[in-house]
C-alpha cells in the first residue's frame, strides 16, 4: 500500500456537516489520486509494465500523484497535457511533476494529447486515462467507500443520508457510489461537477458506475438505484479551473474550519455541500475532502526553479 488508511472522519460543528479527510491519504501527496493509484500500480505491474502513458491538464494531480507514486514503484511516468488557466498551485504541480521525474509532452487540445499518447505506446506501456478514472482506479474509491462504512459501523460518525463529493473524471464519485451499494448502505451522492463538457462527464461518469459495480461483483440493480447519484453543474461557472465567486466565498469558509480548498475542484464541491446543508434537504451531509494537505517543499526542493518555455505557453 502506497497511503496510510482509513483516513479520519471529522465533524465540522459549526457548518454543520461532516468530513472525509482523503486529503490525507499519504503524509508524501495525500488525495484522492492516491486511492486510484492502490490499484493502478499493482495492475501495472502484475502485468509487466513499466512505463505508463497518462493525460491531463498541465497542473493535473493526477499526473503529480502518479509520477510520485508509479515512480517510486519503478515505472517511467510519461504524460501529454493540456492548457489550463494559470495559478501559483499550477507552477507548483509542473514543477514537481519535473523532480518526480516525469516526461510531459505539451499538447494544445485533449484531441492533440490523445495523438501524442498513441504515437508514444509501445509494448510494456500501461494506459491511463485522464484522472486515473477508469473501472481499475474506480476499485480504489470502493475501498473507500467500504472503508467508510466501517467507521459508520464503529460509530465514529452517523450514516450520512448524503454525500457531497467533486466530479471531474468521475471515477471518485463512480467508486462511492458502487461501493455503497456493494455494502447495502443507502445514501445520496451528491457528485459536483467541475470539468466540461458536461454531458461527456456525465455519461462517463454513470458508464464507470455500472462497470466499477460490476468490476466490484455487484448483481443487485435495486442495490445500485438506493444509491442515487444526482450530478450538479451549479458550480462549473466558466469552465474547468475557472474560478467562480461561490468558490472563492466557500474557500474563505472552509479556511475558517481548517480545511485547505483549491478553486478549481474542492471549493466549487465545498460550495456544494454548504448549500446541500442550507437546502436541509438532508439530515446528515457528509464532504468528502480530495485535495492533498501535504506539504510540496520536500519535492519542489529537487525541483526546476521555473516552468519550461514549451509548458508556460500552456498556462493561460
Ligand atoms: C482529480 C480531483 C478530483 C476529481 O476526482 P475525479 O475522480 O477525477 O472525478 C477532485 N478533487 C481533487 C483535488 C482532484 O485532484
Known amino acids: 500500500m502506497i497511503g496510510v488508511y482509513p483516513t479520519p472522519v471529522e465533524r465540522l460543528e459549526k457548518l454543520g456537516m461532516w468530513v472525509k479527510r482523503d486529503d490525507l491519504t499519504s503524509p508524501i501527496y495525500g488525495g484522492n489520486k492516491v486511492r486510484k493509484l492502490e490499484r493502478l500500480i499493482p495492475e501495472a505491474l502484475a502485468r ?8 491531463g491538464a498541465v497542473g493535473s494531480h493526477h499526473v503529480l500523484a502518479t509520477a ?18 494559470r495559478t501559483e498551485h499550477v507552477v507548483e504541480n ?6 518526480a521525474g516525469a516526461t510531459l509532452r505539451p499538447a494544445r487540445t485533449y484531441v492533440g494529447a490523445g495523438i501524442s499518447m498513441a ?5 510494456g506501456t500501461y494506459l491511463v486515462p485522464m484522472g486515473g478514472s477508469n473501472v481499475t482506479g474506480s476499485l480504489g474509491y470502493v475501498d473507500a467507500a467500504k472503508e467508510l462504512v466501517a467507521q459508520i459501523e464503529a460509530g465514529e460518525l452517523p450514516c450520512p443520508d448524503a454525500i457531497v463529493v467533486t466530479v471531474g473524471s468521475g471515477g471518485t464519485a463512480a467508486g462511492i457510489v458502487a461501493g455503497l451499494a456493494h455494502a447495502g ?3 445520496t ?7 466540461a463538457p458536461v454531458w461527456f462527464v456525465r455519461f462517463w461518469t454513470r458508464r464507470l458506475v455500472r462497470a466499477t459495480y460490476a468490476a ?4 443487485d440493480p435495486r442495490a445500485l438505484a438506493a444509491v442515487p447519484l444526482e450530478l450538479v453543474t451549479s458550480q462549473l461557472g466558466k469552465g474547468y479551473g475557472e474560478p467562480t465567486d461561490a468558490a472563492r466565498r466557500a474557500l474563505d469558509v472552509g479556511a475558517s474550519a481548517g480545511l485547505h480548498l483549491d478553486l478549481t475542484y474542492t471549493a466549487k464541491c465545498f460550495a456544494g455541500a454548504l448549500e446541500c446543508v442550507q437546502s436541509a434537504r438532508f ?9 492533498s494537505s501535504a506539504p510540496l517543499a520536500p519535492l519542489l526542493e529537487q525541483a526546476p526553479s521555473a516552468v519550461p518555455p514549451e509548458l508556460e505557453r500552456l498556462l493561460r
Open 48 to 55: 509487466g509494465k513499466k512505463r505508463i502513458i497518462t493525460v
Open 68 to 85: 510520485i507514486f508509479a515512480g517510486r514503484a519503478g515505472i517511467a511516468v510519461e504524460a501529454s497535457v493540456v492548457p489550463q488557466p
Open 94 to 99: 509542473v514543477r514537481a511533476d519535473l523532480a
Open 119 to 123: 504515437l508514444h505506446m509501445r509494448p
Open 185 to 187: 448502505v443507502k445514501a
Open 189 to 195: 451522492v451528491i457528485g459536483v461537477v467541475v470539468a
Open 216 to 219: 466490484a461483483g455487484g448483481k
Open 283 to 291: 439530515k446528515n451531509v457528509l464532504y468528502w475532502h480530495t485535495l
